[in-house]
């Protein structure tokens, strides 16, 4: 569909009443504003008993800020969506995906205070996973067509099983991308904003309310974390605020590529994850040639050989900006091609192959000729 068309179809939307009982076109902009208020007014009231509850980063020599800064991000995010979603969400299974998604937001509170190891984490990350399959059904059952065959069909535990990994592997996508301030923000930022136009543009009300929800709620918490708006953040999203969002974007891309009414393609919501997808699978398929822990801290990721490069923090931000956009619009246009999945499924994976070889190779390049 060109893009008048798109736009046609989000005002059609927006002047009709959806089909989905209870929900109101009307609510996804005012889920939108709600959420960001209550995150702009919740981050400095936050702030103001961090050091009290022991949610602070203290500099290190991998973590190279000024000063202690509250992690309290990913609470302010998760009570503004959860405001949005008990005012507008009550009938959908979003709702239930907000509630749910408070263990991780609970787990990554405790993980902000003590650093829990990454094995400790999964227990409840798979337990999360499994309470949003159990109570809300949303499960992936359609990997897509990535053989050029027709679509490959999960079923039964493979399908459980399948679930698990992708939304623990969502999880810590986001959580190893979050290493330089505004960049996972802003990464979020466009996936999200993504999805939520898509969904609104199809009539699919309750995944646009969650999604924008989180736009709102991630622009609030932006205002306070990127350098863009200040010399340095006041605060930082936390563990708590990785894991909830790499939940909620599971949650969303579930809901719009699976079963009959699914309005995105599986291969299509791999670039539309784009960054963090191929940085993290990159960074562990290295440590694992290496022989460490795919789950080490270490600095090896994209943000960190851009910085060893010589890049700012704020120009960083930018370039995995751009890349991030890029592979997102690519992922839109390849939804708009029946029949390219497995095409663009195999450009994804030279893409990944590319960026693990060649990627260091010319920013070292760089590096040496600005020294």
């Known amino acids: 569909m060109r893009f008048p068309g798109r736009v046609a179809s989000i005002i059609v939307c927006y002047v009709s009443r959806s089909k989905q009982p209870g929900m109101n076109p009307i609510s996804v902009p005012i889920g939108f504003v709600i959420s960001a208020v209550a995150c702009l007014v919740l981050v400095p009231l936050l702030c103001r008993r961090a050091a009290a509850w022991g949610l602070t980063d203290q500099p290190s020599q991998r973590k190279q800020h000024s000063g202690a800064v509250p992690t309290i991000g990913g609470i302010a995010i998760f009570l503004a969506v959860l405001l949005a979603g008990v005012l507008f969400m009550r009938e959908t299974p979003f709702l239930a995906s907000i509630i749910i998604a408070s263990m991780l937001v609970v787990l990554g509170v405790i993980d902000d205070k003590v650093n829990l190891r990454p094995i400790h984490r999964l227990p409840f990350q798979i337990l999360a996973t499994v309470a949003l399959i159990a109570i809300t059904g949303l499960k992936i059952t359609n990997i897509g067509d990535i053989v050029g065959g027709g679509p490959v069909l999960l079923t039964g535990v493979t399908s459980i099983v399948f679930t698990i990994l992708c939304t623990v592997g969502v999880i810590n996508a986001i959580n190893m991308i ?8 802003t990464i979020l930022l466009i996936s999200f904003s993504a999805l939520g136009i898509l969904s609104l543009s199809s009539g699919l009300l309750e995944p646009a309310m969650l999604a924008f929800s989180v736009i709102g709620a991630i622009a609030g918490f932006l205002y306070y974390n990127a350098r863009l708006f200040r010399s340095k ?18 949650a969303i891309f579930i809901s719009i590529t699976q079963g009959n009414s699914s309005i995105l393609s599986p291969v299509s919501a791999g670039w539309i994850f784009g960054v963090p997808l191929i940085d993290t699978v990159s960074v562990m398929v290295g440590r694992i040639l290496k022989g460490g822990s795919p789950f080490a801290a270490g600095r090896d990721h994209l943000h960190h050989q851009l910085l060893d490069a010589g890049q700012s923090v704020n120009d960083t931000v930018k370039t995995m900006a751009l890349l ?10 390849a939804n708009q091609l029946p ?23 010319l920013l070292n390049k760089h590096a040496l000729q600005k020294s």
Not at 324 to 331: D, E, I, P
Not at 346 to 355: C, E, G, N, T
Request: aromatic residues 12%; glycine residues 14%.
């Open 233 to 250: 953040p006041e605060t930082f999203l936390g563990d708590s605020g990785s894991m909830l969002l790499g939940f909620l974007l599971l």
């Open 324 to 333: 991030h956009l890029v592979c997102v619009l690519t992922g839109l246009i």
């Open 339 to 361: 029949g390219s999945e497995a095409a663009f499924f195999w450009l994804f994976v030279v893409m990944v192959v590319a960026h693990h070889f060649l990627t260091p190779r």
């Open 178 to 185: 979050d290493g330089v301030d505004g960049l996972s923000g």
